[in-house]
């Protein structure tokens, strides 16, 4: 159980077009869920937490206008990359919270490279 | 100061042998601790998890947690080359809106 899956694994766009990445938790509802950001060889960025029917929270410094995140279901949240350019270019990597392990748990999905050109 | 502090390695360790990896916090606050593995391209995957001060055991890992010294550490026996990865720890604090805060990740690599 708690199998988190994004799609796509990996996609590269021109410059100035938007991307939507997919986060569903498959075997369990997903009180919350995160959506990070990793660098070559650096740790994950939180970007924002969403909770289902509810505006995320974004940290400080990402543009939500930017990262628009939408949780329309306990399985599923949405990442869209709008108007993109190369220095979105970026390992994202959303969690799910509400699996069957610690109620504090984050399970993670395989993530999504994204390449801007 | 960064809040969690881990050194990145590369760590290289013949295959058998006991790996000791760690991380350093400065934020007394926190009372849950994970050990993620991440495979290169991939999520992390959650292999430990303890909350507040003692020890933990599953199979060949165990995690421990020293809240007075503000460290905690994941030990691996008997490593194999499928254990050669990136172990992230993270850290919680309880009504923290359940966000983790990272280490950067130590790079392992076990050799045969």
């Known amino acids: 159980g708690a199998v988190v899956s994004q799609h796509p694994s990996r996609v590269i766009c021109k410059s100035g077009t938007s991307v939507k990445i997919e986060c569903r938790s498959l075997?369990?509802?997903?009180?919350?869920m995160f959506w990070y950001r990793q660098f070559p060889k650096k740790s994950l960025m939180l970007m924002a937490t969403?909770?289902?029917?509810?505006?995320?929270?974004?940290e400080q410094g990402v543009e939500k206008d930017k990262f628009l995140i939408n949780h329309a279901s306990l399985t599923l949240s949405t990442l869209t990359v709008t108007s993109a350019h190369p220095e979105d270019s970026s390992f994202y990597i959303c969690?799910?919270?509400?699996?069957?392990?610690?109620?504090?748990?984050?399970?993670f999905g395989p993530g999504t490279r994204l390449t801007v050109l | 100061q960064k809040e969690v502090e881990q050194d990145p390695g590369p760590l290289s360790v013949p295959e058998g042998a006991i790996v000791s990896l760690n991380c350093t916090y400065s934020?007394?606050?926190?009372?849950?601790f994970m050990w993620y593995r991440q495979y290169s391209r991939k999520g992390p995957e959650l292999l430990m998890y303890?909350?507040?001060?003692g020890n933990k055991e599953d199979g060949r890992f165990t995690a421990q947690v020293d809240k007075s010294s503000k460290y905690i550490s994941l030990f691996i026996r008997d490593s194999q080359p499928s254990d050669s990865a990136t172990y992230l720890c993270?850290?919680?604090?309880?009504?923290?809106?359940?966000?983790?805060?990272f280490g950067t990740g130590t790079q392992l690599k076990v050799e045969l």
């Open positions: 969690s799910a919270r509400g699996g069957p392990g610690e109620v504090n748990t984050q399970y």
């Open positions: 075997d369990f509802q997903a009180t919350t």
């Open positions: 969403s909770n289902e029917g509810s505006k995320a929270t974004y």
């Open positions: 934020n007394s606050a926190f009372q849950y």
């Open positions: 303890t909350y507040s001060s």
């Open positions: 993270a850290m919680q604090i309880t009504g923290g809106g359940n966000k983790l805060t």
